[in-house]
Each structure stands twice: as C-alpha cells, then as structure tokens.
C-alpha cells in the first residue's frame, strides 16, 4: 500500500470516530444554557449535573484524542482499566479540591497541557521516548499527571460560572460521576471501533500514519490554546 | 510489571525527527495563519487582513434582543419644542403679614405633554416647608374648574416628572413656615409653555430664566 493511501485511510477512519463522538462542540467550555443551568442552580442536581459531567467528556475533541491515543496498542482490558483509572483518580482529585478551594488556573494554559498531553501519547506511540531517549517512561505517571491537569482546567471553568454554595459538594460529585461515565461511554466506542481496526489487513502500518495524525492534531490544539493565551489580553472580556 | 503499548514498527530516528517537526511546523502554519486572525484578532503575517480572515476574529456587539414594543407607558412624541427654565421663587419668613410667605408657581400643559423637575429649598426643617403639587383646569362658562392632586407634603426638596392628566395649568403651591425668608430654586425641563407674569397659574409674577 502507498503512503498516501495508508494517511488516507487511517485519517478517514480517525475523522469518523471523532465526528462520530464529538458533535460539533470544540475543546471543553461549558456554554450557552448549560451554563445559564449551572449559574441559576440552587441545591442539589444530582442528575442534570451528572449528564453536564458526561456530555464535556462526550463532546471535547482534546478529550477523545487523548483517549483515543492512550487505548490505540492495549490490547488487555485490564490494562485499559488501569490507565482509565489512573485518569479518573487525577482528574478527580483536582477538580474536586479546585472547587473547594477556590483554585484557578488560566484555561487557555490546562488546554494547551490537554493538547500536549495527546501529542505526548502520540509520539509515545509511535516509540519516540524508545528511539529518542533510549527509554519507555512510565504511561501511568503520565496518564495521572495529565489527570490532574484536566481536573483543575475544569475546576476553573466550573468556578467562573459562579456555583452556588448550596448543594455544592453534591453537584461537583455528580459532575465527577457524570464525566467517569462520559469516558466509559466513549472509551467503549473507541475499543469497539479500535477491536474492528486491529483486525483490518494492514492495521500495523496504518496505525503508524493515524498516531503521526493525532500527533499534529495534538500540536494543533496546543498552540491553538497557546494563541489564546498570549492573546487574550487584547480582546474584550 | 510492563504494560505500555506502542507500535512495533517504530519509526528510525530520522524519520521520527521529520514527523515531528512536520507536524510541529504544519500546526505552526495553522494556528498563526489561520487560528490567530480567525480566533483572536492577531494578523502576524498579514495573511488574515488579505484574506479576509481577520474580520472573523473582529468582536462583534452583542444583538440586541426587542422584548417589547414601546408604548404610551414608556414612550411619547411631541409636535413642540422642547424647553428648560430654571425659575427662583422668592417667599418670605412664616406668618408674613401680607402672606408673602407662600404662592403659586404652575406651567401650562395639554394632556399628555411631560415636564421633568427639580426643586429645592433651604429650609433647615423639613417640617417647616410645605408644598402643594396639583394641576387645575379653570372654570369656564357652565363649568366647574377641575383639580388633580398630585402631591400634599411638607419636605425642602422633590424631584419627578408629571405627565398632564387634564389640560390647564401644573404645578406648586409653596408655603415657608420657618423664620426666615428663603428661595426655592426650581428647573424644569421638557414639553409645557409658561405662564406669562400676572396670568392665572403665575399671579406673583415670578420671572424664569430659559436655560439654552
């Protein structure tokens, strides 16, 4: 098979699995009348707060790639269950202390972590720690540390939408859960469409071109976060 | 324990090198020619301004949202002109013997006309001042005259505006019961005419002075 039809094919089926998940929400804000929810809600919501927890997971790009990257060679269920987990325990931990205690970080700058994070994955992927270092770093550290980059990027975003004091602890817990269940529910698709892939003639080389893809789409979204940063400054709030 | 997963056909150290620094260039590419003027407002390159991409990354006002038609509650028009007056009106100390101490200062109005006002007065004692706010048709032949009360109360300042209920003249009856002569400095400004010295409505012919 040619390079280029080997880019194709494997970028085709990326920008199906993404589309497929992602809808037409970009990066991870919390917008529109889902924000007006979060602002206007007094006490506790266990169920809305839960389906807003999953639809950020279903419905962030960086997120999906992320995942996409870390799943693409395990081929153990328990293996997937030890990063989801490792992912799960980070983000927790941080966006339940953020709130808490009233910790913000710039979102342009944990997005632009989000990014790198699956150009990380992706270059890990290919072998890159391997060839250019010589070794494998621990997947688990960095899943964790990448965890706890998320879970502040949304304890910022939660807190600039001024929750109530009331019934806070329970909402962040059902955001907590919901976004857990937002990631099982795309982790599920992503190993179903990646069992279908792996079986597919020619899996091995088209898997080198897909994680060169998310490798750049990983850039991509670092520096687009990154623009965002270092001009924000300028623009009205 | 090793449980990572990468590729077994790792790619050799040159071809890694232009991968990455590919991919790093070609994002590079994107986000300064494409993201920063469309996204954030920043043409670097000039790229955006040729393009016309820059005007996507312009901000924009919010759109107003029309949540109601305005009506006579809210809004009037009027063939006159509009005016202001600042009017000083004299009165002498309580208990005067030719009762300088209290008149009457209207302004002619149609119904529906408006009339923005200020008025103060420097009496020490609120309770020492009292006021009249009414408007009043005068009686014609067969006719009674007609009064609308607006407001009864003693107080050294009221601002507010009145929009006329009945044709005829609007305006304060002014009483000082403290023991000093003062002057209660009035505007006005709006949709009314005034009522010329000695006229019923301005009969202590005090003088306004039309502010341009």
């Known amino acids: 098979m040619t390079t280029p039809t080997r880019f194709g094919i494997a970028g085709a089926g990326l920008a199906l699995m993404v589309a497929a998940l992602a809808g037409p929400a970009f990066a991870h804000g919390i917008a529109g009348k889902d924000a007006a929810f979060v602002a206007a809600s007094h006490g506790a919501q266990i169920l809305p707060f839960i389906y807003l927890g999953a639809k950020h997971m279903v419905t962030g790009y960086d997120h999906l790639l992320f995942i996409l990257g870390v799943v693409f060679f395990l081929y153990d269920l328990r293996h997937v269950a030890l990063y989801v987990t490792m992912f799960s325990i980070g983000h927790s931990l941080t966006l339940l202390t953020g709130v808490l205690s009233n910790i913000q970080v710039n979102p342009y700058l944990v997005d632009a972590v989000i990014g790198l994070s699956v150009a990380y994955k992706a270059f890990d992927n290919l072998g890159g720690f391997r060839t250019v270092l010589g070794v494998q770093p621990d997947t688990r550290v960095a899943v964790l540390g990448f965890g706890l980059v998320h879970g502040f990027g949304l304890a910022t975003k939660l807190q600039e939408l001024r929750l109530s004091k009331d019934g806070l602890v329970a909402n962040m817990v059902s955001f907590n859960v919901g976004v857990e269940l937002g990631q099982l529910l795309v982790l599920s698709l992503i190993l179903a469409a990646m069992v279908w892939w792996r079986r597919q003639p020619g899996f091995a080389r088209q898997a080198v071109a897909a994680n060169v893809l998310i490798l750049f789409a990983g850039f991509l979204l670092m520096e687009y976060q990154l623009a965002g940063f270092f001009t924000q400054a300028r623009l009205p709030a | ?212």
């Not at chain 2, 954030?40 to 040729?50: I, L, M, Q, S, V």
């Open chain 2, 1 to 212: 324990m090793t449980i990572e997963g990468q590729t077994d056909r790792p790619p050799s150290p040159k071809r890694l090198a232009l991968i990455t620094g590919g991919a790093l260039a070609l994002a590079t590419v994107l986000v300064v020619g494409f993201v920063l003027p469309a996204e954030f407002h920043a043409d670097p390159t000039g790229f955006g301004r040729a393009t016309g991409l820059l005007k996507l990354g312009t901000p924009q006002p919010p759109k107003a949202e029309v949540v109601a038609a305005g009506t006579t509650a809210n809004t009037r028009y009027y063939p006159t002109a509009y005016r202001s007056d600042e009017v000083e009106i004299p009165l002498a100390a309580g208990g005067d013997e030719n009762r300088k101490d209290e008149l009457e200062y209207k302004v002619r109005m149609k119904p529906g006309d408006s009339m923005v006002y200020a008025w103060s007065v420097p009496v020490p004692n609120p309770e020492e001042f009292y006021y009249d706010f009414h408007g009043e048709t005068p009686a014609a032949a067969g006719a009674p005259a007609k009064v609308v009360e607006y407001k009864q109360s003693t107080g050294t300042s009221s601002n507010g505006v009145l929009i006329a209920p009945i044709p005829g003249v609007h305006g304060w009856y002014l009483q000082n019961q403290s023991v000093k002569p003062v002057v209660v400095k009035l505007k006005m400004s709006g949709f009314y005419e005034l009522v010329p010295p000695g006229q019923y409505g301005n009969e202590a012919r005090i003088k306004a002075k039309p502010v341009s």
